[in-house]
Structure formats: C-alpha cells, structure tokens
C-alpha cells in the first residue's frame, strides 16, 4: 500500500511569514494529492488539492506544487495569519478512492 | 444543513461494553468511510463502503463491525470495548468511486472514551 511521510511535526513561524510542509509518498501510480486542514476539536476539511498531471495550484494564499519524480508535493501558505493554526494532513489517492494519509503537521502562528 | 451527521458525539463508556455510531450523509454520495482518530491525531482507515458494498477493510479486529443499510447510511458497531478503543471516530464520503479518488466530506466525529 501507500506510504506518506510528512515533516516536519510541529511548525512554529510568525504572523506573516511563510509556512512549507512537504509530504513524501512511495506509490508511483499515485495520482492524487490533497491537503486537508484541521482546527483544534473540528473535522477535518479540505483546502486545496492537485492530481498528477498538474505541477502546482494556487489559491489565494495557498499553493501545492507536486514533483512526481522525486514523489514530493508541498504545501504552501503565505502571509500567515493566527487562524491559519491548525494541523495540517498531507495524503496520497490510489486506487478507487483510496487515501493513505500523513501524520498531521501541527502549525502555530505567533501573533 | 448537515452534509455529514454520526451521532453521538460524545461517549463514555465502561470496558466490555457494546457502543454503536451512526451516520448519515445527504450529498448523494456513493462512498462512506470510517476513520479512526488517536491521541496523536493520526488519521487511519477503517472501513470504507461504496452503494453499501464493503471494500476496504484495514485490519480492524472483528469487534469492530461496520453495518450500511443503504448508501446514505453507515453505522460502526463495537463490542467488547478496550481501553485502546478511545478515539476520535470520524465518518465521511465522496463521491463515486467510479470517478477515481475525491475530496472526502468528514462528519463531526464522535468521540469515544473507555474507561
């Protein structure tokens, strides 16, 4: 099955820096790669996702960009504000909805 | 409106006993899953069932047994409740699989504790 490693763990950085997490898979036919946002005590909700055909995706301060070579795909999010906190799950689709998910990032923004 | 709904949300509940979640989804949509939530907050698989058709069953020790009336419908039973059971349990669905892997719609969770 899929492997998805995510790093690093815990991510702390300023109110209006950049956060990057990055995610690793191990399945090449892979083919389908979403970020899903959780806050403390809700569910989990997608934010923004990229299928492999496609390099990169932006969505206002948002972007994933996929390397289907190395099997890396990042998540990136800029002029981070305080509700941008939250943990943060990387996954890899195969199959016929099938979804290996990492193991949560956890991002704090320091006012 | 509620897209995904499992009840209860809280549960407490003595080892040994038997607990039931239910949840229901109004999307249309074909697939259900259930996902388990530890303390780490990592994210696994359960179960997940497609027009009330079980096909994914990750390893999940038998007292664990998930029951589909029908698709907008997918109940998790338990039984002989552990300690190891305590969990944040998470429903969801997506669409078809027929359309390849989607975005997943989680219920609210229900949170179970075993003492």
């Known amino acids: 099955g899929e492997n998805v490693e995510q790093h690093p763990s815990t991510l702390s950085v300023q109110e209006g820096d950049s956060a990057v997490i990055k995610c690793t898979y191990s399945?090449?036919?892979?083919?389908?790669f979403p970020w899903y946002k959780q806050e403390l005590g809700k569910r989990p909700q997608l934010i923004i996702d990229i299928r492999s055909n496609v390099g990169e995706k932006k969505d206002q301060r948002i972007a994933v960009t996929l390397n289907k070579t190395a099997k890396h795909f990042s998540l990136h999010i800029t002029e981070t504000q305080p509700e941008d906190s939250a943990v943060y799950f990387c996954?890899?689709?195969?199959?016929?909805?099938?979804?290996?998910f990492g193991k949560g990032n956890q991002v704090v923004v320091i006012p | 409106d509620t897209a995904v709904s499992q009840t209860p949300k809280y549960l407490v509940t003595q080892m040994g006993n038997d607990k039931s979640i239910k949840c229901e989804q109004n999307?249309?949509?074909?697939?259900m899953y259930w996902y388990k939530q530890d303390s780490k907050k990592f994210l696994k698989i359960m179960f997940s069932y497609n027009n009330k058709e079980l096909i994914i069953n990750e390893t999940v020790p038998n007292r664990f047994s998930p029951k589909s009336p029908d698709k907008a419908h997918l109940n998790l039973h338990i039984n002989s409740l552990e300690l190891g059971d305590s969990a944040v349990y998470f429903c969801?669905?997506?669409?078809?699989?027929?359309?390849?892997?989607?975005?997943?719609?989680f219920g609210e969770g229900s949170r179970l504790t075993v003492l």
């Open positions: 399945d090449s036919a892979s083919n389908y």
């Open positions: 996954a890899a689709g195969y199959g016929n909805n099938r979804l290996a």
């Open positions: 999307l249309g949509h074909d697939t």
């Open positions: 969801a669905s997506s669409p078809s699989q027929l359309r390849g892997t989607g975005e997943l719609f």
